[in-house]
């Protein structure tokens, strides 16, 4: 652990309530739950970005995956609870031995480990899901919940489809898990169906009637599928539970989970009316949003609370006059509070290295590593030869396409494209397969599936095209494109991204990426080889 991390207070959950009752503990499961949903998958590099922007950002719990799902999340959880020095590391396991058994070893070295366990406890879960007997699921509570205390002390505990649970039998699977030593009990709306008055109820009941219930940290964990995840998990904070659990950008599954950056912003915006507290540094929000978007490739709403491009945007001329005379007409929060800078004119074409680096560090990238920072800095340089403003928003994108894709083995080189009205787009393009120049040309329907067929030529696959987007970095026609590209194949889905400020070649880049990262995945259930053969056979 480093001098710095030793003198800043490690975060654990329930010992930081019993210590401070008005503290909400930020439970973030955007590598789990968020991670979870389709096409939302990250490689184990993304995750430990992500992972490292949340501890910056404050966060208390970073529940890292799903430990028995896969090899490559047991390997992600293990590697984010070794790096990750501040917040609690949770993972999640169902309520069988060998799941407990494989988070409980994926948590080991976190400084701060934590076994998050669950099991279904509604009618219809019980009975069609588990087929399960409401005796033996409780059965089941005391021994998961047992069996992960062996391991950690920080145990929290969940009824699956807890807000369409039996409140009595509710009750009674809850005072097993305290019991048998959980320390959190999370109440998920599983499927987004509680309204904040059912759930502050809800709350209120099991804090009345359970015996034991002072002695644990109450937690919300709900969906978005009515639209009322965040209320939700307001209106439970609001009668007394201390944990929240969200992601960022609400990504989830189906409508999403509860956002992160609107429960604490709406925490400290109505601090008057919630009287909590939480560790957050909110001028990181902006960019670890950032950061989740162009990683999963799902781009904000525009009109999404707190982060979307037009949350702090005044159009009309009557809000215009409004602000100009005073902003806390039509502004209930500062852009600057959750990391919206003013659109920043950066450098131009004389800036040099050392302005650069500083400008990186500025934005939070910290140490890119040599290779990325020279890429990048060539990077700017062109881009500042063709484009006449640069903005912070320009020099992310490029950055982020840089740390993504400079381990790559597949490398774009160069791509021309002939098209317009008169027939076939044709592409030629040429790409390095580690380090071996490979040219192809390629015809299609446009100038997109023309790039995308010659890259099939040097790099032949199964992969079928997902999704193709392109989101303008900034405003005018000169901007900067951001493509995401999602290739599926064998069921396995990956995400690629490019940025240029021509979008065929910011496409080719994305395609490019999604390969590599799709070689890498087909590697791992390969005996031998490496990225770049299993790439291009
Ligand atoms: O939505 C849910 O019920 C969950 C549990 C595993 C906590 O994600
Ligand atoms: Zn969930």
Redesign the pocket.
Known sequence: MTATAAAEPIRSGPDRVAADPDHVVIFD?TLR?GEQSPGCSMNLDEKLRVARALEEMGVDVIEAGFPIASNGDFEAVQAIARQVERCTVAGLARAAARDIDRAGEAVRDAVRPRIHTFISTSPLHMKYKLQMEPETVLEAVSFSVARARTYTDDVQWSPEDGSRTEPDFLCRTVEAAIKAGARTINI?D?VGYATPEDFAALFTMLKERVPGADRVVFSA?T?NDLGLAVANALAAVDVGARQVECTINGI??RAG?ASLEEIVMAMRTRADRYHVKNDIEATHIMKVSRLVSSITGFQVQPNKAIVGANAFAHESGIHQDGMLKHAGTYEIMTPESVGVTKTNLVMGKHSGRNAFRNKLIDLGFGDVGDNAFQDAFQRFKDLADKKKDIYDEDIIALVDDEIASSEDAVQLQSVGVMAGSGGKARAQLTLTVSDDVRFAQAEGNGPVDAVFNAIGRIVPHQATLQLYQVHAVTGGTDAQAEVTVRLEEDGKTVNGQGADYDTLVASARAYVHALNKLAVKRLKTKPAGDAASVAAE
């Open positions: 499961t739950d998920p599983t964990h969906h989830g599954e989970n």
